[in-house]
């Protein structure tokens, strides 16, 4: 309970202090012109008020980041509760914050015109493709995970069984549930090429203010349920828990991005960073939405850990009912009917919002690069359906390994975007160190990663954080050796 309660103090304080420190760093200047209104056209530029850019923001970011995250980072017990608050309020906001006000200062330029503006052209066209890659490769993979839900909570052969309950036998069920899988992708593929073309304001911008807010009464719940009831999680200690023993570094790290510090976040803040009415309410919406999904995860993580009391038990139900099934059960046993309601909103819902959000971001950093106008519905035509193409393709790849590795590629971007914020806060002449120590720890971190996981070079672990430590040396003496040259007079 101690424990619980002084991580969401720490998080609350950490928005108020820590972030009203960054907040002064940048100085926002509520008479500046925001991108809303000076590039308005219709469809990606366009004023929405500050409450609804907020709750996009959160959705947009947490997708089952926060959610699934958090449960398996139980593994490793309370350490857990370490990394999402202080990943969050000394690096994930800040990489959030700092992501959505260099777009804003820049015209609402998307994370591969930053990362370009500040580190070199020839890093923006590495970018470029990455994020694209990345892009096209989350929201393919949000395709088939929603639908297998939705299939899963709504069999084939219950239908049939329910529309023809006197000749339904000799019904091939297993290839009938292929096609009824088929089906649902085939709408949730619909469906984002249709939130991706229109304009942010007729889908985005009304309806995934509900859904945050359904997300966010659900946690409430759950917290509600961690203070008042048994939920509370295990004695705070740093000893590893996890059944298989994995090291918490750097796996940990790696396996709760959402919630602590993610990659992935820094391509959202630009698509509202074009909605903004505002400077004024920039560490609202980038700052404050990273530290309410560390809020979720927290809650998550805690939740987990009291519901299935050790990790060993948590594991198993994991292997047999999968992160699904156990936000299915721990919500449903704790909230009754409405909490499983919400449970199935969330695991169904969250999952496609962060899907077609990814595509959207696609589109603009095509249209971005090309420098095509997206007032004309031909040219978001144009780059969406040859991305949607490739996405259909792409279904008939095993995911299993290439998934495997989105994990370090999406802290390698978290790590790019805050040397890129260190860039931006060094031209500002002060207070560079917000993003550059937070930007020193995820590149060794992700290093350490890439070269000691099983899947990567295999490198022991010792081995694997010296190596990582060095790389993250020599792009500190880089930037360094190069402060004079970023500071204006």
């Not at 088929?182 to 090429?193: D, E, F, P, Q, R």
């Not at 009291?306 to 990790?311: E, I, T």
């Not at 999952?351 to 690069?369: C, E, H, K, M």
């Not at 360094?480 to 007079?489: E, M, Q």
């Amino acid at each position: 309970m101690l424990v619980f309660i002084i991580g969401i103090s720490s998080l609350a304080l950490g928005y108020l202090v820590y972030g009203g420190w960054l907040q002064k760093a940048v100085r926002p200047d509520a008479r500046r012109p925001m991108p809303s209104v000076t590039n308005a056209d219709g469809v990606d530029y366009i004023d929405l008020p500050t409450w609804r850019v907020y709750l996009v923001q959160l959705l947009n970011i947490a997708g089952l980041g926060p959610v699934f995250g958090p449960i398996m980072g139980a593994l490793w017990g309370p350490s857990v509760f370490l990394w999402v608050v202080l990943g969050s309020v000394l690096g994930g906001a800040v990489h959030d914050f700092l992501s959505g006000v260099m777009s804003v200062r820049a015209q609402g330029a998307g994370l591969p015109d930053l990362i370009g503006l500040h580190l070199g052209n020839t890093a923006r066209h590495f970018a470029a493709g990455f994020i694209l890659l990345l892009m096209v490769l989350v929201g393919t993979v949000f395709v088939k995970a929603p639908a297998e839900l939705m299939a899963g909570l709504l069999p084939a052969k219950t239908l049939v069984d329910w529309m023809y309950t006197d000749s339904a036998d000799g019904v091939d069920y297993e290839k009938l549930e292929r096609i009824w899988l088929v089906i649902i992708m085939a709408g949730i593929y619909i469906y984002y090429l249709v939130a991706t073309l229109l304009p942010v304001d007729k889908i985005i911008g009304r309806i995934y203010p509900l859904f945050a807010v359904a997300l966010l009464v659900m946690v409430i719940g759950l917290g509600l349920h961690t203070l008042f009831d048994d939920l509370q999680a295990p004695e705070f200690n740093l000893s590893n828990p996890h059944p298989l023993q994995i090291p918490a570094w750097p796996v940990m790290f790696i396996t709760v991005s959402c919630g602590a510090i993610s990659g992935f976040h820094a391509t959202q803040s630009p698509m509202m960073a074009r909605c903004l009415k505002t400077e004024g309410h920039m560490r609202l919406v980038f700052y404050g939405a990273m530290i309410t999904e560390a809020l979720i995860a927290l809650i998550w993580a805690s939740v987990s850990q009291g519901y299935y009391q050790d990790a060993a038990s948590l594991s198993s139900a994991l292997k047999s009912i999968g992160p699904a099934g156990v936000v299915h059960t721990i919500c449903t046993d704790t909230m009754g009917f409405w909490g499983g309601i919400l449970a199935i909103l969330g695991v169904v819902v969250l999952p496609i919002t962060s899907g077609d959000t990814a595509f959207r971001v696609a589109r603009l950093t095509v249209s971005d690069y090309l420098k095509l106008d997206q007032k004309r519905v031909l040219n978001r035509y144009r780059i969406a359906f040859p991305m949607f193409g490739l996405s259909v393709l792409l279904q008939f790849v095993s995911f299993g390994i290439i998934w495997r590795y989105f994990g370090w590629a999406n802290q390698a971007l978290a790590a790019i975007t805050l040397w890129t914020g260190s860039v931006y806060l060094a031209k500002q002449g002060r207070y560079w160190l917000f993003a550059a120590v937070p930007a020193v720890f995820m590149t060794v971190m992700t290093v350490t990663f890439i070269l000691s996981f099983d899947q990567g070079f295999g490198l022991d672990l010792t081995t694997a954080t010296l190596a990582g430590c060095l790389c993250a040396a020599v792009a500190a003496i880089f930037f360094i050796r190069r402060l004079s040259k970023f500071r204006t007079p």
